[in-house]
């Protein structure tokens, strides 16, 4: 059964919604702020984590790169070491890569629109909306994960929310909910509900309404057992009347993530270890990791043994141990790892390219992959 958009009977929550963001806002730094350097950054932070893992990288970001200038003249090692553990590094290099365009390009100055923020790199539809919106007052409505499930709810949208289709009906839906002025049934049910009737946010105040809704969908409506009790749509609410808040919204399920088998050889001597730098066309673009050998099935301790020592023939080997097998998911791919760790002597000194030689006590400065960062702060190596 698929929701017959133009038969639909659009009613406006802005409004309602609003209030409720009023009495419940979260005080988050990037709320203090209107600068389009900062709300970008926070919301490509946010895509991938959320509030409260996100505000310690969105502080470390901001207290490394202040401004736009200051990303533009980093080096990527070090962009890519404050997103070490946020995943989806080519966020990161793109957000380095846009800063050096706003820069070189653009003398410094940021875009103001919706339609010049899509021209930078890796600035999609949501990002610009929300810093056209927020910063510019544009009247663009964002369409993330939150909003899209409030949407889909709120107007029993059942068409896929990760599908053409759907996609665009929610954008739909989320833009006139912007723009229309609140209907005067629900001004009057607003009353009723003892809630002072306010100007709807409409499209007097777009990025207030935009976080408003992010807000609503992060706090209130949220993907498991959301707050249909205290919720002030539920009403009108079409899920909820209906009976599918659980069924809504319908999204169809990914692909299997592909298995794959990582097997890590930390090879060290005398505080020495060797690093490798990733190459450009796989997963984890450009971070270090130690020498990797990558296996179709799993692989023995035995033969890790066998492979370290075929690496060193001819040198002393002398392994230290093995990890336990590790299960990393990522959003394409489980990563079932392991590390085996053996003091070699002498270390390579006609190194393969891209592996270098560092001080064991310096591998903090290198951006590594979370599955190595995580072992890195459960081991001593
Ligand atoms: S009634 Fe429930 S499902 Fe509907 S908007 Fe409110 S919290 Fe979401």
């Not at 900062?38 to 409260?52: A, G, H, K």
């Not at 002393?316 to 079932?336: A, E, K």
Request: proline share 6%.
């Amino acid at each position: 059964m698929y929701y017959q958009f133009a038969e639909a009977k659009i009613m406006k929550f802005g409004g309602i919604i609003q209030r409720w963001f009023e009495k419940n806002r979260r005080e988050l730094p990037w709320r203090r702020t209107s600068d389009p350097y900062n709300i970008w950054i926070s919301e490509v932070i946010l895509q991938q984590t959320r509030v409260d893992q996100g505000l310690d990288y969105y502080k470390r970001f901001i207290e490394t790169f202040p401004d736009v200038g200051a990303l533009a003249r980093a080096g990527e090692d070090e962009v890519l070491k404050i997103w070490q553990g946020l995943g989806y590094y080519s966020r990161a290099r793109n957000l380095h890569r846009a800063a050096r365009d706003i820069v070189e390009l653009r003398k410094g100055q940021f875009p103001r629109t919706y339609n010049d923020l899509l021209k930078l790199k890796g600035v999609g539809p949501y990002t610009a909306a929300a810093i056209a919106s927020i910063c510019f007052g544009e009247a663009r409505a964002v369409v993330d994960g939150n909003v899209s499930r409030v949407i889909a709810r709120l107007y029993g949208v059942d068409y896929p929310i990760n599908r053409p289709a759907g996609v665009k009906q929610i954008a739909l839906l989320a833009q006139e909910l912007m723009e229309e002025k609140m209907e005067e049934e629900m001004e009057e049910e607003m009353e009723k509900l003892s809630l002072a009737v306010h100007e709807p946010s409409g499209t007097s105040d777009p990025g207030n309404h935009n976080q408003a809704m992010m807000e609503f969908g992060a706090l209130q409506c949220i993907p498991v057992s959301p707050h249909c009790e205290e919720c002030p749509l539920a009403h009108h609410c079409n899920a909820k009347l209906t009976g599918r808040v659980e069924q809504l919204p319908v999204k169809i399920p990914g692909k299997r993530p592909v298995d794959r088998w990582f097997y890590f050889y930390i090879m060290t001597s005398n505080g020495e270890a060797i690093l490798e730098k990733r190459g450009d066309t796989d997963i984890w673009r450009s971070l270090y990791q130690f020498p990797m050998v990558e296996c179709k099935a799993p692989r023995t301790e035995q033969e890790m043994v066998e492979e370290m020592k075929g690496i060193y023939n001819g040198r002393h080997v002398s392994i230290r141990g093995f990890s336990d097998p590790i299960r990393h998911q990522l959003s394409h791919r489980t990563i079932h790892a392991r590390f085996i760790h053996a003091e070699v002597s002498p270390l390579y000194s006609d190194l393969p390219s891209g592996w270098i030689v560092i001080p064991i006590d310096q591998i903090d400065k290198y951006p590594v992959p979370r599955l190595i960062h995580r072992y890195l702060e459960s081991v001593k190596i």
